[in-house]
């Protein structure tokens, strides 16, 4: 049974920080992609970033580029998001997911198989 655990998210002011990270269980974690969502009251759920786990290679949406950063610790299956330069529409609840992958990691959330509760960004003005 896979299971994703996400945490790191509360509430920061505008300009700061934070680190979200997943923690993958029942998951064969070399062998796909883990992706983080973003989904804000009224909105669609949208990527913000996935990597794949085997090659390593990562995406950034485009409203996030140069601000995020996506990263992995193979050793503890877990996948990091570092947050830069938050601004308060980055405000959302915040998913990891997963799927399996022999390819490139898919932008749409409806690919992905596996999600994790979900974690709540709030970043004030």
């Known amino acids: 049974q896979v299971q994703l655990v996400e945490s790191g998210g509360g509430s920061v002011q505008a300009g700061g920080s934070l680190r979200l990270s997943c923690a993958a269980s029942g998951y064969t974690y070399s062998n796909g992609c883990m992706g983080w969502f973003r989904q804000a009251p009224g909105k669609e759920r949208e990527e913000v970033a996935s990597?794949?786990?085997?090659?390593?290679?990562?995406y950034y949406g485009a409203a996030v580029t140069g601000l995020f950063t996506m990263s992995q610790d193979n050793f503890k299956n877990t996948v990091h998001l570092q947050m830069n330069s938050l601004e308060p529409e980055d405000t959302a609840m915040y998913y990891c997911?997963?799927?399996?992958?022999?390819?490139?990691?898919?932008?749409?959330?409806?690919?992905?198989?596996?999600w994790g509760q979900g974690t709540q960004v709030t970043v004030s003005s």
């Open positions: 997911a997963a799927v399996y992958s022999g390819g490139t990691c898919p932008p749409r959330a409806s690919a992905y198989a596996y």
């Open positions: 990597l794949h786990t085997g090659g390593g290679y990562t």
